[in-house]
């Protein structure tokens, strides 16, 4: 499984729609993606204009070739797009291990 982080930054004073666009865009758009098993999004404490958005992937292809090169990204954009202040830094990690 892969694991991809998203570091978004969006315009200030925007934090309420952005939470209904992102948490829409997800679960209408993202959700639909071959491979994608889950998701979980963070806003800042501290900087209540950055988002920690993280995706489960299958496979590295299911993100960077299948959704990102096919139609579902452009709905995503179109949905969280308008919102971003930079484009998002985004990495991709597997799995080494955790507590228990």
Request: charged share 25%.
């Amino acid at each position: 499984m892969i694991l991809e982080i998203a570091d978004i930054r969006i315009q200030p004073g925007q934090q309420a729609a952005f939470d209904e666009a992102i948490q829409r865009g997800l679960t209408t758009v993202v959700a639909r993606a071959r491979g994608m098993k889950g998701w979980k999004v963070n806003r800042g404490i501290e900087s209540p204009e950055r988002y920690i958005l993280m995706i489960f992937w299958d496979t590295l292809e299911d993100h960077t070739v299948h959704f990102r090169g096919g139609p579902l990204f452009a709905e995503w954009r179109a949905i969280v797009g308008p919102f971003f202040a930079a484009p998002p830094a985004v990495e991709h990690y597997t799995f080494v291990g955790k507590s228990e």
